[in-house]
């Protein structure tokens, strides 16, 4: 019988550490540095138009606490190194299913911190956590084919592809292929 997942992010024990990171809660004091990672066209390029600066605020107030772990809402970690309060990034993750313990997880990065392995630590911080701690059973994330870096990414946390959603989305005035990237979590390595 599966554990239940816990109603409230109390679970999570944040902010979250990995050797060189800290992953926290989305903060209204983190503003300018939350629109300027959410509003760059590299960070947008393959998922959605730059956000405005009123549309970030939507979005840091929908991803704050408190934390129910509902299906489909997403929840986001602002992403620092750890010495350093500046965010380079973001971490996501929304329960697809909580009956069925799935959940899809997701990043964005400063192109400042590109190259660097930052995006790769924090979502194994990420995983690392939720993974036990909801009692997970399975992770998926959608990536579009020409990402292909993202795509790495994906594949070095142990992902593999599963299969494609053909013009799934409408970005940019264009219809956009989906690769599925799936993992199971009895197989995830940390």
């Known amino acids: 019988m599966p554990i239940p997942i816990p109603e409230d992010c109390s679970a999570l024990d944040l902010p979250l550490r990995t050797e060189r990171l800290e992953l926290m809660p989305l903060s209204r004091e983190k503003f300018e540095e939350i629109y300027e990672l959410c509003a760059h066209p590299d960070t947008c390029r393959y998922i ?48 697809e299913s909580r009956a069925d313990r799935r959940a899809e997880i997701g990043y964005r990065f400063h192109p400042n911190a590109w190259g660097r392995g930052y995006a790769l630590e924090a979502m194994r911080g990420l995983c690392d956590t939720i993974v036990p701690k909801l009692d997970l059973h399975k992770l998926v994330a959608y990536c579009v084919p020409e990402n292909a870096a993202s795509i790495r990414l994906l594949e070095k946390l142990g992902m593999q592809r599963e299969g494609l959603l053909r013009e799934h989305d409408f970005v940019f005035g264009k219809w956009k292929d989906r690769g599925v990237y799936g993992l199971l979590c009895r197989d995830y390595d940390k």
Not at 52 to 59: S, Y
Not at 74 to 93: D, K, M, T
């Open 48 to 95: 959605r138009p730059a956000m405005t600066r009123e549309q970030v605020g939507e979005h840091i107030d929908t991803r704050q606490r408190p934390w129910f772990f509902e299906d489909g809402k997403w929840y986001s970690l602002a992403v620092c190194e750890i010495g350093h309060s500046r965010v380079i990034g973001e971490v996501v993750f929304r329960m």
